[in-house]
């Protein structure tokens, strides 16, 4: 391909803010990013803002590389014949190729009431609403127990709020039974109720139904059961798999297109999409530049190569875990625990912004050690995956 080649990057997250600052190491490429908002959310830290102890927004001066153009709209649809993506405020941008990188969000509770009397804290404008309700509540009931749920109730249990965490299941699923046992007790010690196994059936103003007959009064009821993945692949005419990711092939290229390639929590390669996470996000953001960059140089783009180490997990600003995992993201027997568990989780929160502003600095410099080897090369290996498809 000769000439300037102009690339669309849907999304400012984790995945969209590296595939940009990677796609910066040909000096023939114009990269444009297209976010809601002028300022980047650090989504792992939005029980924080919930909390009063973190803002959870860093600027993009400070993570994107000098020359980029940050367009601060929404896309609303991708139109794939003409090349160009359609804008909230009107506009269009055309594009060579687009990486899609839309992020995901809150999941649209089917339980009565919920939508209604339920405040969501999947996105920055949902925790900033949520918060002024939290401080005026003196007792809060949070809804789901995985990280979300279980460090917003640390959090503002520590910050003395009265906190009921309704599990819907167990504690905590993809920790180890020995680090749900640590969780358990650190919550225990904050004065948190934790209730397993009873789901919620219904929410009205000052109150939460429980599926074993109780109704426990709240003041204010938080929801971080499950995420949502924006429509617009769909709305745009894409393959998707069930939940509305943009269907791929293990090279993170759209399966109608070869000029989308997908990033982060809205892709699902081979239908086996990988955990939602900012681990996750920072390693297939590089990766699905580099794709672009190989169609751009006409090479053949390598397969997606994910690992993780663990999940880490705030409990409050004293105390924290990081669960170890295989490379495969099954967790292991062993933790960190403690202070030590929060001051790891404070260093890879930290850690995260500055591998984007390393990235703005030197594209194409960092790597990982991590590789999700055995999960995805029985992909590559013809093994059943599950190719949930919906318009």
């Given at each position: ?5 102009e ?65 601060v ?65 003196a ?106 990711r ?27 999409p ?28 390598a ?47 930290r ?41």
């Open positions: 391909m000769s000439g300037n080649t690339v669309v990057v849907i999304g400012g997250g984790y995945a969209g803010v590296m595939a940009a600052n990677r796609l910066t190491q040909r000096a023939d490429v114009t990269v444009t990013v297209v976010n809601p908002r002028p300022e980047f959310v650090d989504r792992v830290r939005l029980h924080q803002l919930v909390g009063g102890t973190h803002p959870a927004v860093v600027g993009y001066r400070k993570i994107l590389r000098e020359g980029i153009r940050l367009v709209d929404t896309a609303t649809r991708i139109d794939t014949a003409q090349r160009s993506v359609t804008l909230a405020g009107g506009g269009t941008i055309g594009y060579d190729y687009l990486v899609y990188a839309v992020g995901s969000g809150s999941a649209d509770p089917s339980v009565p009431g919920a939508a209604e009397f339920a405040h969501p804290l999947a996105t920055l404008e949902e925790a900033e609403r949520a918060r002024p309700l939290v401080e005026a509540a007792a809060v009931t949070i809804v789901g127990a995985g990280p979300t749920g279980i460090e917003t109730a640390a959090e503002l249990a520590g910050r003395g709020r009265a906190v009921t965490l309704v599990c819907g299941g167990e504690l905590g699923p993809y920790l180890h039974p020995r680090g749900r046992r640590s969780v358990a007790r650190r919550l225990a010690k904050l004065g948190v109720t934790v209730l397993e196994g009873p789901a919620v059936t219904a929410v009205t103003r000052d109150a939460v139904q429980l599926s074993d007959g109780r109704t426990l009064t709240s003041g204010v009821t938080l929801w971080t059961a499950g995420f949502g993945v924006p429509g617009l692949a769909a709305r745009s005419g894409l393959t998707t798999d069930a939940l509305g943009l269907l791929t092939d293990e090279t993170l290229t759209s399966v109608d297109d070869e000029r989308i390639v997908a990033a982060g929590d809205s892709a699902a390669p081979s239908g086996l990988v955990r939602m996470s900012c681990q996750a996000a920072v390693q297939v953001g590089p990766q699905a530049a580099q794709t672009v960059l190989a169609r751009i140089a006409g090479t053949e783009p397969p997606i190569d994910v690992g993780f180490a663990g999940q880490c997990i705030s409990l409050g600003r004293r105390h924290g875990i990081f669960q170890f995992s295989t490379k495969d993201d099954t967790a292991k027997a062993s933790y960190l625990g403690g202070r030590l568990g929060a001051v790891v989780k404070e260093v890879i929160c850690s995260v912004v500055w591998q984007m502003g390393y990235e703005a600095r030197h594209p194409g410099k960092r790597k990982w050690w991590a590789t999700d080897d055995k999960r995805r090369r029985l992909v590559r290996d013809g093994a059943p995956a599950a190719l949930d498809r919906a318009a």
